[in-house]
């Protein structure tokens, strides 16, 4: 189920809302956890099965974890709690990837399994394994109650696309929240923002983007491939970030304080800020749980941090764009390390147009999965590399610039601060209510009029 659909908003979050608020506060993470495997249930019931057993392993586990006082015990039983979460993670979504590319390296014939990959299982799967480690380190206690803990594991608001919520932060909201109607208010509002830029920002400039593919990359100019990335990398941004404060929104209305994701990426001066900035949460698990572990920066600094962008890049997807997608932001963040991080932040507009530059290159490789396309495409964006034979109309550009350079550069206005120091200013007056209600019906209406409304980041 998605958040921006009629069914969630007519009829799942109301009746939820209702319960919730009806029972007594004993019971709310019982209706909050019914509620979450419901919303799971919706797109895809087979996989509650999965999603009760990773609760039930990282639950059986933190207890155990905790109850033994050897050393070596409690490792070992670490290791297994994480390699059948992990296994879990593996076998649906990696197992055709390995298969096909055995396949390819020893010419065998190996048929590949009929799977699907079941939908945010690399986020609930990533929380489960920071709890278990969190529990080893001693950074909080387990959770002794299956209801407690299957609620911070699978909650609705952050359970398909993040934010990855790491226990010690929730541990005291998941028993003891604050429940007031300024809260609630607050968290619709924050919701709604979400809304409007999942709906009338994302989906529309994504338009672009998926207009290309049906044209064919071989047959657009120079120009259009520009403008196409840049409006794929707009639909990403607002997209990711429009789910995420659609989460903190859902969560404050359910009495919880989920943490930051986005601190306005786009206007970093390098991609070592970028990261530090976008899908933050993503960023302190990788560098709590594998940079870390790994011996930092402390002991081999260098091969540390190109694990951790292989397995970001690995993270996302399986496939090999993902791998040079890490592998790109990896070089790229060596080479501000040694040679040009000081350099942009005394002068960050220069610093600010690198990443405009570089960001759109790396979106291209989430954008195009096939290499082969994707070489077509890098040829279009710079044709000095090599010419792409195809039928192309010399102002295709200019057609699309008219259909979409409205939305584009509202969307370039809503990357910076200046609409959210807006809004702050006016605080709670008519206007913002009248800003926000109209946002909701303009929503509402694109909804019912069937507008596409991918969400890009379920994939992952």
Known sequence: MLFSSIPFLYYFLPIVMVLYFAVPKCMKNGVLLLASLTFYAWGEPKYVILMIASIFVGYISGLLIEAISDLKQKKWILI??????????????????????????TGLSVPTLKIALPIGISFYTFQAVAYLCDVRKGKCSSEKTFVNFGTYLCMFPQLI??????????????????????????????FILGLGSKVLLANQVGSLWKQLSVIGYESITTQLAWLGLLAYTFQIYFDFWGYSLMAKGLGKMLGFELPLNFDYPYLSTSMTEFWRRWHMTLGRWFREYVYIPLGGKKKSPVRNLWIVWILTGIWHGAGWNYVLWGLFNCFLIMMEKKILYQFFKKHTVVGRLYVWFTIPLSWSLFAITNLGSWSIYIRKLFPFLGEVQGNVFAGDYIKYLKQYGWIMIIALLFCTRLPGNIYKRRGHGMLVTLFLVMIFWACVYTMYMGMEDPFLYYQF
């Open 80 to 105: 297994a709690s994480v390699t059948v979460c992990l296994g879990f993670l593996g076998y649906f979504k990696y197992a055709n990837f390995f298969l096909e590319n055995f396949t390819f390296l």
């Open 161 to 190: 696309a993040g934010p990855i919520v790491q226990y010690p932060i929730v541990c005291e909201q998941i028993h003891t929240r604050r429940y007031c109607f300024h809260d609630f208010v607050q968290g619709l509002q924050v």
